[in-house]
T-cell receptor
């Protein structure tokens, strides 16, 4: 099994540009999450989804949007990139006993 | 609201020493899960353990052991006979069950950077 797959692994954006971070899982999990990790900090929840068609805001949703059209995919969109969105982004899906994380996307906004 | 505190920002020990990473949590729920994750320099998050709030038994897995004490709201992690490969950032996390908030997403501590010197 591939688990949770995130693309891209690295990206540099200019201020004001937009992009979509892709996340796919092959474990048929209903619960999926997007987190961001800033230096010296833990992970903070951006958005989450409890199933296809259902999403909701987490702790730090401003500047982001998500969609969940299928169980497998949970993309995260940045509409107008800002330097404050420079971070490492992790997608995760939740099984019965643990949360599985993707490899992360390192995003720099310049 | 739930909160996880890892007071130790960085710990440095010499190889073969034992080391304990502290984790203190806050939650209003009686049913919750506690986790430890390892983040090596390569950046991925590696699951180490999950413990539910009704199971206070300590757990040992090789050189790793965990001490869960509800009375002090702590879930500490000990590495015995540390090795250089244990160098990483370790995160403690909490998930409330059925609270409706964040769909049982994990609340993370800020992490402890563990450095094992050869």
């Amino acid at each position: 099994n591939a688990g949770v797959t995130q693309t891209p692994k690295f990206r540099i954006l200019k201020i004001g540009q937009s992009m979509t971070l892709q996340c796919a899982q092959d474990m048929n999990h209903n619960y999926m999450y997007w987190y961001r990790q800033d230096p010296g900090m833990g992970l903070k929840l951006i958005y989450y989804s409890v199933g296809a068609g259902i999403t909701d805001k987490g702790e730090v949703p401003n500047g982001y949007n998500v969609s969940r059209s299928t169980t497998e995919d949970f993309p995260l969109r940045l509409e107008l990139a800002a330097p404050s969105q420079t971070s490492v982004y992790f997608c995760a899906s939740r099984g019965a006993t643990e949360a599985f994380f993707g490899q992360g996307t390192r995003l720099t906004v310049v | 609201a739930q909160k996880v505190t890892q007071a130790q920002t960085e710990i440095s020990v010499v190889e073969k020493e034992d080391v304990t990473l502290d984790c203190v949590y806050e939650t209003r729920d009686t049913t919750y899960y506690l986790f430890w994750y390892k983040q090596p320099p390569s950046g991925e998050l590696v699951f180490l353990i999950r413990r539910n709030s009704f199971d206070e038994q300590n757990e040992i897995s090789g050189r790793y052991s965990w001490n869960f004490q509800k009375s002090t709201s702590s879930f500490n992690f000990t590495i015995t006979a540390s090795q250089v490969v244990d160098s990483a950032v370790y995160f403690c996390a909490l998930s409330e069950v059925g609270s409706g908030g964040g769909a049982d997403g994990l609340t993370f501590g800020k992490g402890t950077h563990l450095i094992i010197q050869p």
